[in-house]
């Protein structure tokens, strides 16, 4: 029990911090899952990463495999639960009160500071994920092609992501 415990905690304050997407997180949930409590090994890690890309709500679906692995479908239960009820809470308050709050100063003003953090943590993500996964020539030209597919054409990330499974799969 006290491993459900464990999980529950751990995803209730990373659910506290799921600010500007899951991305941001990919630096934190490394170091927690791989690092502190080796719930996964960094291949695994990154496993988990590429596969929660085919899901609704990525990261969270990492949250879920993870604690499947850690718990068994309890875990996976657990953890899917309590890394969602902190932002489904603070949503219900907000969605109360927001007619109140969408004009307020403060309010704003810590969003406008959020968002460079935000920028930065996805940019530390990036960088952590290129050093840990891009281990040869192969994985440079994937990342390259897809990177310029994604960003000069008007090509479905969803087919960008396929390609690149393909392309890993033909050139193993």
């Known amino acids: 029990m006290g491993s459900m415990l464990t999980l529950a905690w751990i995803y209730f304050r990373i659910g506290l911090i799921f600010v500007g997407g899951g991305y941001v997180l990919i630096p934190l949930l490394k170091?927690?899952?791989?690092d502190q409590y080796h719930w996964l090994t960094m291949r695994q890690f990154l496993d988990g990463l590429a596969l929660s890309q085919?899901?609704?709500g990525p990261l969270a679906m990492l949250a879920t495999f993870t604690g499947f692995r850690a718990g068994g479908f309890a875990g996976g239960m657990v953890a899917t639960l309590f890394i969602f009820l902190p932002c489904v809470l603070l949503m219900l308050v907000i969605g109360r009160n927001y007619h109140r709050l969408k004009n307020t100063d403060i309010i704003n003003s810590t969003l406008d500071g959020l968002l460079p953090a935000v920028v930065g943590l996805v940019a530390a993500a990036a960088w952590?994920?290129?050093?840990?996964?891009?281990?040869?020539?192969?994985d440079i030209l994937i990342?390259?092609?897809?990177?310029?597919?994604?960003k000069w054409t008007k090509v479905s990330p969803m087919i960008v992501i396929l390609g690149a499974g393909l392309a890993g799969l033909a050139f193993q």
């Open 54 to 56: 085919l899901t609704p």
């Open 31 to 34: 170091h927690i899952m791989v």
């Open 143 to 150: 990342l390259v092609v897809g990177f310029a597919i994604f």
């Open 128 to 138: 952590n994920l290129g050093v840990s996964s891009l281990s040869g020539l192969k």
